[in-house]
């Protein structure tokens, strides 16, 4: 049961924010690993590599903590020949006015119109396949 809780509180929905609107739409999940300290993105547009079929990994990794805010670096991971590559594609942050969630800001995926965040707020109790079917 233990595990089970620890699963639940460490899975958090992505969505894509409509920053006119203010609509949410399904982008995936976000794992928190807390033996790295970082979140893990599964992002549903992107895709799995043709070579072996695997998806890119997505990491945010805090870099910067202040009283007010949390920065963090968005890294991208993909694996070729065996080989473990890491470069950062982007940048998040969370403070009083994102509401305890982390926003996420990826070139060209997100813009001034429509950004990436992880729901560290919402109540984990459903799932995110009901909210992302």
Same mark, same amino acid.
């Given at each position: 049961?233990?595990?089970? %809780? %620890?699963? #639940?509180?460490?899975? /958090?929905?992505? +969505? +894509?924010? #409509?920053?006119?609107?203010?609509?949410?739409?399904?982008? @995936?999940?976000?794992?928190?690993? *807390?033996?790295? @300290?970082?979140?893990?993105?599964?992002? #549903?547009?992107?895709?799995?590599?043709?070579?072996?079929?695997?998806?890119?990994?997505?990491?945010?990794?805090?870099?910067?903590?202040?009283? *007010?805010?949390?920065?963090?670096?968005?890294?991208?991971? =993909?694996?070729?020949?065996?080989?473990?590559?890491?470069?950062?594609? @982007?940048?998040?942050? %969370?403070?009083?006015?994102?509401? @305890?969630?982390? /926003?996420?800001?990826?070139?060209?995926?997100?813009?001034?119109?429509?950004?990436?965040? =992880?729901?560290?707020? *919402?109540?984990?109790?459903?799932?995110?396949?009901?909210?992302?079917?």
């Amino acid at each position: 049961m233990k595990n089970e %809780q %620890q699963k #639940n509180t460490n899975l /958090h929905r992505l +969505w +894509w924010v #409509n920053q006119k609107t203010k609509k949410k739409f399904c982008a @995936g999940r976000a794992f928190y690993l *807390e033996k790295s @300290g970082e979140f893990v993105l599964y992002v #549903n547009l992107l895709e799995a590599s043709a070579t072996d079929g695997k998806r890119d990994e997505i990491y945010l990794k805090p870099v910067k903590v202040s009283e *007010e805010s949390i920065y963090y670096k968005v890294d991208k991971v =993909i694996y070729r020949d065996d080989k473990t590559l890491r470069f950062s594609i @982007g940048e998040a942050y %969370q403070n009083k006015y994102t509401n @305890g969630d982390i /926003h996420i800001l990826i070139e060209p995926l997100t813009n001034f119109f429509k950004k990436l965040v =992880i729901d560290l707020t *919402e109540n984990k109790k459903e799932s995110c396949e009901v909210q992302c079917a």
